[in-house]
Structures are given as structure tokens and as C-alpha cells.
């Protein structure tokens, strides 16, 4: 399989929204309503933020939100606050029991 | 609480093989499937492949079928990866993941340096 789309980079000053895209095919992104976000803060292991599109974990701040529309999937922070810069990966689902991950994008906070 | 740790740092020559493990605490080993992802410096996550911690079936990736074997001990709540066959390519950080509901994964252990070098 190969790998999700993402921007490699995004940014946005303090109390903005950026929004983060994720683009696969109907083979994973659009064909399941199972796509992950990941936060990765340098040296650190992956922390889950978003499951099945929308969703989030207990201890996730609301400021964190998913959508999806087709192939494309999105990872909107609002109120951006300084301990959200970090690295954010999305993944799918990919039928066969595969799951497959977005290339990461690395988000600034000026 | 849920966490999952794995074994300390390694440093392997091309050609030879390198286990992790991955011990579960805090919840039944057996309810939930153990993913393993790797992360090379400054690169980003790749999916490896999962193991039914109750049954001990596994899937992989096709990248990796044929090079990597995934176990596990319940008596001790502890999965393993071994990768064979090893190349100064597959250096990287090894993670264990818990799937909670299917492909979302939390919590992760803390990771695993494989350096593959002569």
C-alpha cells in the first residue's frame, strides 16, 4: 500500500485553527470510516487524538476535531496553544487487515 | 494504569535477526491485538504489521512478510517482534501499539532503537 498524503508542514499563530489534511483512495481513506489521528512530540512515542474520523479519546482537548469527505481526511486544532506544536499522523484502515499511514506533517505554532 | 514497555536499545550486524518485546499492564493481554510500527530517524510511521494476543494470529505488511514473526507469552503479557534477515535500512525505532477498537492505537510503548550496523 502506499502511504497517505499529508502537507509536510502547517502552522498558525496562537488561538488560530489550521486544519491538516490526509489524502488516500477508496481502497482505505474513503473506503472505511477508520482513519486515525497521531500527536508526536520529538523524542516521544505517538499519542492517539482522533479514532474513526471523529472521534476522541478520553483526556483529548476538543480543540482537536476530525472530519472526512471522500478520500480526504482532516485534522482541524483550534485555539492552537503552544504545546500543540508537534508532528501529526494520520492512518487508515486499508482492508486485508492492513492499516497504512499518512507521511506526517509538522505543525508550527509562531 | 494501561502501559506497555518494551526492551531496552539494540545494535545488530547486517545479515543477523533482533527480537523486541512489549509487556502489557493495567488491562487483559488477551482482549486486545498488539500492532508494531517503526520509525526511522527523521522519517515517518510505517505500519508493520498485528498479532491477536488472544489467539496468537498475525498479519503483516507485505513489505516486511517473510522477515518478520510475531509472538507472544500470555502467561506474562508479553508480545515479540522478530525481524531477520537485517539491513542498515531497517534502523530505526520499533513501537508496540495497542489496538483499542480495531485500528486506532493507545497507548504505545516507549520505543525501541534498532541500529543495524557492521
Known amino acids: 500500500q502506499s502511504a497517505l498524503t499529508q502537507p509536510p508542514s502547517a502552522s498558525g499563530s496562537p488561538g488560530q485553527s489550521v486544519t491538516i489534511s490526509c489524502t488516500g483512495t477508496s481502497s482505505d481513506v474513503g473506503g472505511y470510516n477508520y482513519v486515525s489521528w497521531y500527536q508526536q512530540h520529538p523524542g516521544k512515542a505517538p499519542k492517539l487524538m482522533i479514532y474513526e474520523v471523529n472521534k476522541r479519546p478520553s483526556g483529548v482537548p476538543d480543540r482537536f476535531s476530525g472530519s472526512k469527505s471522500g478520500s480526504t481526511a482532516s485534522l482541524t486544532v483550534s485555539g492552537l496553544q503552544a504545546e500543540d506544536e508537534a508532528d501529526y499522523y494520520c492512518s487508515s484502515y486499508a482492508g486485508s487487515n492492513n492499516v497504512v499511514f499518512g507521511g506526517g506533517t509538522k505543525l508550527t505554532v509562531l | 494504569q494501561v502501559q506497555l514497555v518494551q526492551s531496552g536499545a539494540e545494535v545488530k550486524k547486517p545479515g543477523a535477526s533482533v527480537t523486541v518485546s512489549c509487556k502489557a499492564s493495567?488491562?487483559?493481554?488477551?482482549?486486545?491485538?498488539i500492532n508494531w510500527v517503526r520509525q526511522a530517524t527523521g522519517q515517518g510511521l510505517e505500519w508493520m504489521g498485528w498479532?491477536?494476543?488472544?489467539?496468537?494470529?498475525?498479519g503483516f505488511a507485505q513489505k516486511f512478510q517473510g522477515r518478520v514473526t510475531m509472538t507472544r507469552n500470555t502467561s506474562i503479557s508479553t508480545a515479540y517482534m522478530e525481524l531477520s534477515s537485517l539491513r542498515s535500512e531497517d534502523t530505526a525505532v520499533y513501537y508496540c501499539a495497542r489496538a483499542r477498537t480495531g485500528t486506532d492505537f493507545d497507548p504505545w510503548g516507549q520505543g525501541t532503537l534498532v541500529t543495524v550496523s557492521s
Open positions: 493495567g488491562y487483559t493481554f488477551t482482549s486486545f491485538d
Open positions: 498479532m491477536n494476543s488472544n489467539s496468537g494470529n498475525t
